[in-house]
């Protein structure tokens, strides 16, 4: 038999053809994944069919691809029509085979090390709520690695449940709950409040997993939603935008409210009430307050504070000009909620809280932040609100009562009793006014917020802190304490033993004194870079 044509080495040869096609399709696809999957990019496109003039990323760069690379090309023009390798199924294949060898190699820089980690609430399209894990280690370089976990659609809320799905993500790794060693939690999370039973299961259950609030994390937003616990509060919150989008809804009311402005800045200049100056009352407009937005609420209440006229006069002409019963209904409301006696008090009480915190917030999301200077700011924070606790109040209201004296708004008897708002009138509980705008609103608003500050610096946490500070280089070491770093030792027994701790305070020593005496060390600035001399 003539071996040339044989049908069995004829189909052995078609089969190695076919294989290697298969083989460069299949290569090709994958480096078009990685490489939309390094920079972020989607996959897919609204219409993939072969007449559509855009395809998508995905499908768009394998053409460009083909058209590059003549073996390519090749191997999709011969090879098997049902086996190209571009199909939606295939693309998230591989995709999570991508997933899975960069897991991988996380895995192996993470195993047998000790463990923090740090949850978000996250919400996709279709409104599920989703929990986001990071974990961050030191690894063999003495360098803070940060890595994603993954995120994980959560059924319920629950404390236990949160907990449950934290370690059941863990599990799934092979990483033990024992070798966590911090936990962090979005702080202006809708799952805030179960965050926080969170921490707890999981300390019950490992005591050395502290929990330290995130100081990157914008203060301001924990402040406003804390200061929604005063149903008053949350609904001035909630006309606070209102006003700022009926004002900025189109372009002529802006340049109507610019317009207003600057007329009322032209008359206070000539009454003397206000200085002229470069850089003086030069910034002008209203800022939407956003949750994701640093200094949002009160960069807007202030700019609602100067430019108070203003906003008056154009909700006047919106009211007056518009053709739409809704627009006039709702400038007119508006009206008459800015114009109140309870809208003025709060904004003002706002403006010097959300003032505080911001100095705070600022401070702490400060890279260069020492953490000793840091706790000394939030301490003094903390001291200030009381003081405006104990005795703030007369100025306060002789600022509000002033103000809206100035605009003609009318201030209650606070003496005359009224009844307590939210509860029937038929039960007859009365308050005074002096009361409600000073136990009600006032003191509730202070007291969250010190109630907020204190949960997320509690005093274990902070005593952490002010011991992780001693291994800062800075200035030739000069947080460096023994003492306080013995201390670090003891809130973390569990990871030394009787003979390390023997030999741990004398070891101390002999570092600091070589490192204050070795120039490599003297130019450190950060922890990291100790590790790399």
């Not at 609430?121 to 989703?130: A, F, G, H, W, Y």
């Not at 949750?291 to 609420?297: I, K, L, N, Q």
């Not at 109630?451 to 005093?459: A, D, I, M, V, Y």
Request: hydrophobic residues 40%; proline residues 2%.
């Amino acid at each position: 038999m003539n071996q040339r044509t044989n049908v069995g080495r004829k189909l052995v040869q078609v089969g190695k053809e076919e294989e290697k096609r298969y083989e460069i399709r299949l290569t090709t696809s994958l480096d078009v994944a990685r490489f939309l999957i390094m920079q972020g990019d989607a996959f897919r496109g609204h219409d993939e069919s072969s007449t559509s003039l855009n395809k998508g990323t995905f499908r768009e760069m394998v053409d460009w691809y083909k058209d590059k690379v003549e073996i390519v090309k090749a191997a999709y023009e011969k090879g098997y029509k049902n086996c190209q390798m571009l199909s939606p199924y295939v693309q998230k294949d591989l995709t999570k085979a991508c997933a899975e060898e960069v897991m991988s190699v996380i895995m192996d820089e993470i195993r047998g090390r000790k463990f923090s980690v740090l949850i978000d609430e996250s919400r996709d399209v279709s409104i599920k709520e989703q929990m986001s894990v990071i974990l961050r280690f030191v690894n063999d370089e003495g360098k803070v690695m940060e890595r994603f976990l993954g995120l994980q659609h959560v059924e319920s809320c629950t404390a236990i449940a949160l907990k449950e799905t934290l370690v059941r993500m863990l599990s799934s790794r092979k990483l033990s709950i024992s070798m966590l060693r911090g936990q962090g939690y979005d702080g202006a999370s809708n799952m805030r409040g179960e965050f926080n039973g969170v921490q707890k299961l999981i300390r019950d259950e490992n005591p050395y997993a502290f929990y330290v609030h995130c100081f990157a994390h914008q203060l301001q937003l924990v402040v406003v939603s804390v200061s929604t616990s005063s149903a008053d509060i949350a609904d001035f919150f909630n006309y606070v935008p209102l006003i700022v989008n009926t004002v900025g809804a189109s372009c002529m009311r802006k340049d109507v409210l610019l317009a207003k402005h600057h007329d009322v800045l032209l008359e206070k200049i000539e009454n003397g009430e206000i200085m002229t100056g470069r850089g003086l009352n030069q910034e002008s407009g209203l800022a939407r307050p956003g949750d994701t937005r640093w200094g949002s609420h009160l960069k807007t209440l202030l700019r609602i504070l100067v430019m108070w006229e203003a906003i008056i006069d154009v909700l006047e002409i919106v009211k007056k000009d518009s053709v739409k019963p809704a627009c006039t209904g709702g400038a007119l409301g508006l009206i008459g909620k800015m114009e109140s006696f309870d809208f003025v008090f709060i904004m003002h009480l706002m403006i010097e809280l959300l003032g505080m915190i911001d100095i705070l917030s600022r401070a702490l999301q400060r890279k260069d932040q020492d953490i000793v200077e840091a706790m000394h700011l939030i301490t003094d924070v903390k001291d200030s609100l009381q003081d405006i606790r104990e005795n703030g109040w007369e100025s306060l209201l002789k600022k509000v009562k002033t103000f809206c004296e100035k605009n003609e708004i009318e201030v209650p008897d606070m003496d005359e009793e009224i009844n307590i708002r939210g509860t029937s009138r038929r039960r007859k509980q009365k308050v005074t006014n002096m009361h409600y705008y000073h136990v009600e609103i006032f003191l509730v608003a202070i007291d969250a917020i010190l109630t907020e500050l204190n949960h997320r610096f509690s005093e274990i946490s902070s005593e952490l802190l002010v011991c992780m500070a001693c291994f800062n280089p800075k200035n030739s070491f000069s947080n460096f304490n023994v003492d306080k770093l013995m201390r670090l030792v003891e809130i973390y027994a569990e990871d030394f033993d009787i003979g390390e701790l023997a030999l741990l305070p004398n070891q101390l020593k002999s570092f600091v004194n070589r490192a204050t005496r070795t120039q490599e060390f003297l130019g450190c600035s950060e922890l990291e870079k100790v590790a790399d001399v």
